[in-house]
């Protein structure tokens, strides 16, 4: 027996990859699977993007890269930064990485001690979570409520600071809800969070592109705020990139230095192929991108497809999210009905019984910090959705 690290057996299986495992090993025994667990748009990278990767190889891009990046990349990031959000960086200040996760990675391990607390509005993404326990941080948890669109209030920050507190990550459009922090909300949110010295933010921004509201609000832009927050975004889920794993940071300056020392140590440069193809879809502009306006026009219609199906469907409590392409549904009412060969306990138990039931595959909300809910992506085709949401009813019409 190999004694791995204590650090490795104490981090979870990430809940989400988890569930596109068993879908594989379902459909490996001839199972017709509808997975609806996986958070990557199912469109193809726009041509122009491709085109820019093929001639990048041309042109003998092949060499190692600038850990944070190419200058012309860090430059276009500015641009995007300033044309955006109006927010104003340097490229002294961009850090390029292996997706938005590797930059939130990087700004955790840059910002935690051991016992420094982290707060998670619940629900988080499932990685937030991990990333903490790995910088031997303590999250604390502040739970959001389907009646308040699963959005925390500057009054439940107020009452979770302590002196220990140092970081709080949240993300806006939200994986796993959907949810949208208003301007308004998030000044709110911000004149507490100025309030604490050595108090930090990782805004997750990846899902900015993909909003419903039509307006994108980051929590840098107050300035009384703007030297405590690192704005995390990439090219994955507006840019149908998810493969090619680039993601960036805007960060205060030593932040960025110190994220560039740790990813110069840990992984190096980007990939150099994926940065060209990023400096391409980073310079179009999305009020005149004709494939994001189309991807945005066919999620807005799977939302609502997703939710006026769920409602149809006894023991689903469903908002309407503003954003990403995920629902949230409460399940609570679904606690303790039974099957053939058991119960429903929890989401877990919800979950698997879809998924072994109906075969199709959604993710627990207990993967998100709120067991009472169940995440379910329409990120694929209307004809899926709905052949997903009939079996869903079936199987839920058959729990006694």
């Given amino acids: ?23 594989r090993e379902l459909a490996a025994k001839g199972h017709h699977v509808i997975n609806l667990s996986i958070g990557e748009p199912d469109f193809y990278t726009p041509d122009y993007i491709k085109q820019a990767a093929k001639d990048a190889i041309d042109l003998n891009y092949t060499f190692y890269s600038p850990v944070p990046g190419y200058k012309d990349l860090r430059d276009a990031i500015c641009l995007k930064f300033k044309r955006d959000n109006h927010l104003d960086y340097t490229p002294e200040q961009i850090v390029v990485s292996a997706g938005a996760k590797h930059s939130i990675a990087n700004a955790v391990l840059c910002l935690v001690n051991p016992g420094d607390e982290v707060l998670l509005p619940t629900p988080y993404w499932v ?14 948890y502040i739970p959001a409520l389907i009646e308040n669109d699963f959005k925390v209030t500057a009054r439940q920050i107020e009452n979770a600071l302590t002196e220990r507190t140092r970081l709080i990550i949240f993300s806006s459009p939200c994986n796993p809800t959907g949810s949208v922090y208003t301007k308004t909300e998030l000044r709110e949110l911000a004149g507490v969070l100025a309030s604490k010295e050595e108090l ?5 921004e990846i899902y900015e592109l993909i909003n419903f509201t039509g307006t994108h609000e980051s929590i840098a832009q107050f300035d009384f705020i703007k030297d405590k927050v690192v704005t995390v975004n990439g090219v994955s889920k507006g840019f149908a990139m998810t493969g090619w794993r680039l993601g960036y940071m805007g960060a205060p300056r030593q932040i960025a230095a110190a994220c560039d020392k740790l990813q110069g140590q840990m992984t190096s440069g980007t990939s150099s192929i994926a940065q060209r193809a990023a400096l391409s879809a980073l310079l179009s502009d999305p009020k005149e991108n004709d494939d994001l306006r189309t991807m945005i026009q066919a999620f807005r219609e799977r939302r609502d497809l997703v939710i006026n199906e769920l409602n149809k469907i006894h023991g689903f409590r469903t908002n309407i999210p503003e954003g990403a392409f995920y629902v949230f549904p409460n399940i609570r009412q679904l606690i303790g009905k039974r099957y053939d060969k058991g119960q429903i306990k929890c989401s877990d138990d919800l979950c698997n019984y879809l998924l072994n039931k109906a075969f199709v595959a959604t993710v627990p909300g207990t993967a998100f910090g709120d067991p009472d809910c169940v995440r379910i992506s329409y990120a694929t085709s209307s004809e899926r959705i709905l052949e997903a949401m009939a079996r869903i009813r079936q199987a839920i019409e058959e729990l006694s």
């Fill in 1 to 23: 027996m190999i004694r791995l690290s204590d650090r490795v057996n104490g981090l979870a299986e990430s809940e989400t990859l988890a569930m596109s495992r068993m879908c």
């Fill in 127 to 140: 990685s937030y979570r991990e990333l903490v326990k790995l910088a031997e941080g303590v999250p604390v």
């Fill in 200 to 204: 930090y933010i990782i805004s997750d």
